[in-house]
């Protein structure tokens, strides 16, 4: 509640008509101040006018008064520059160190904004205020989500240039480590990741002309040559090469690895998506130069046509041969893979080199997509959010995750919109008089 009465007060949504301290001085508000999330007040350098006296300070916000001395305000003196204690209940006068009392204001609001913000938030529709949506501006929501495409992207870009600084500044080493990742396919990219850093790319080049020696050495990186149930001529063959790649380069497996296979389709299974890794490295991981010079869909796709031979070209996993294609990846599956995998690497290498060119390719990769199907997308489709391509779908996503999902509706456009809006047009009329937000 407390949260809400700081948005309140940076935003003005307050009902200015009842602005008045518990002994009946008018307060005029002429700035709220700067928001302060470290330690001491709450808004630092507000400007008020209290009655007659003009103040400069801080203000502090609390759901009830008596919170100032639950939290030992009265003997802090970094709250003796408090001018405003801002409460919800009034149910104490609160005073600085030196004893002199400091003007109080219950927060005016309309009388359901509080019930409003908490149907928002709380609401178990999917998204929350998909009822509102239909009523909001296209053109407000699309300037949202562009928005939030970049967010995402940015995001990723950030975590490859922390791969490529750890990495020694190597861009073939921080390709193979995304790609891993990617090919973990969200519910299993941690796992993938930490496979990749513990195995790296350049000990497997060294033997990338033998598919046992690459294979081998991946699954039992991965652990899945401890107690395999096939016991073939070929199972045994990647176990002795583990073993010999294991003491040359002096590799450490990755500890508890966890592994999610539960209701997931077989084609999904990490075993196939690890071979499919394995491929791209014995044929020369030609990728990590392909990449960079992409510019279109079909130049992105073209790096993931791959067709597994051998073991692999018949198997989802160690149990039975029952793969249907030989084929490694699904067009879908190579759609997630440039969204996560070739756009962000190719952002990435553009703002480190100052590549206006390949940034813009990047985005155009997105806009060039078809958008990813999911429940997500879905929820927001049936909420009237169009989704034309794989930059919008992007942003619903991290919308749903980063907003939606931790109930962040006050720092959301739309959430802000909707709430400041309604609070807006209650202030103007003041209709239904006001309440305290604890109310």
């Known amino acids: 509640m407390e949260k809400l009465m700081h948005y309140i007060w940076q935003h003005k949504l307050w009902l200015q008509s009842d602005m008045a301290t518990v002994d009946g001085r008018r307060v005029q508000v002429i700035d709220p101040g700067l928001h302060n999330d470290d330690a001491g007040p709450d808004f630092f350098n507000a400007k008020l006018r209290i009655g007659d006296d003009m103040w400069c300070g801080n203000v502090e916000i609390h759901v009830r008064a008596s919170d100032w001395f639950r939290h030992g305000h009265q003997n802090d003196m970094a709250y003796d520059s408090v001018v405003l204690h801002v409460v919800g209940k009034d149910d ?97 990219s941690d796992a993938f990741e930490r496979l990749a850093l513990s195995t790296p790319l350049h000990c497997l080049m060294k033997h990338r002309d033998s598919y046992e020696t690459v294979e081998g050495t991946l699954f039992g990186q991965a652990g899945f040559l401890d107690n395999p149930s096939d016991r073939s001529y070929y199972v045994g063959r990647m176990q002795q090469e583990f073993s010999f790649m294991t003491g040359k380069f002096q590799l450490r497996r990755p500890v508890s690895l966890t592994w999610r296979m539960a209701r997931m389709r077989p084609q999904n299974f990490p075993h196939r998506r690890i071979a499919t890794l394995a491929a791209l490295i014995c044929r020369g991981f030609g990728i990590a130069s392909d990449i960079f010079n992409v510019k279109t869909e079909s130049d ?45 690497m190719l952002y990435a290498y553009g703002v480190t080199f100052d590549d206006g060119g390949r940034m813009e390719a990047a985005v155009n990769l997105l806009h060039e997509l078809k958008p990813e199907e999911n429940r997500i997308v879905r929820s927001f489709a049936d909420a009237g959010v169009a989704c034309p391509d794989a930059f919008t779908s992007q942003a619903i996503i991290q919308l749903r995750r980063n907003y939606c999902e931790p109930r962040k509706c006050l720092y959301c456009r739309i959430g802000h919109r909707i709430l400041a809006s309604k609070a807006r047009y209650d202030a103007d009329c003041g209709r239904l008089g006001s309440s305290s937000i604890s109310s």
């Not at 904004?113 to 149907?119: E, L, P």
């Not at 928005?147 to 975590?159: C, F, G, M």
């Not at 597994?308 to 041969?321: I, P, Q, T």
């Open 92 to 188: 104490a006068r609160v005073s600085r160190a030196d004893g002199r009392e400091i003007p109080q204001l219950v927060m005016p609001c309309a009388p359901d904004f509080s019930v409003r913000y908490d149907r928002m938030v709380n609401g178990s529709s999917e998204p929350s205020c998909r009822e509102e949506l239909p009523a909001m501006s296209k053109l407000y929501i699309t300037d949202w989500l562009s928005s939030l495409a970049y967010e995402r992207l940015y995001q990723k870009v950030d975590r490859i240039r922390e791969l490529y600084d750890r990495l020694g500044g190597n861009w073939t080493e921080v390709l193979y480590v995304t790609l891993a990742r990617g090919l973990g396919f969200g519910v299993n």
């Open 300 to 344: 992105a796709r073209q790096l993931f046509d791959i067709e597994l031979a051998g073991y692999w070209s018949r198997r989802y996993n160690f149990v039975s041969e029952s793969a249907r294609s030989v084929r490694a990846l699904s067009q879908d599956s190579i759609t997630i893979l440039i969204i996560n995998v070739v756009v962000p």
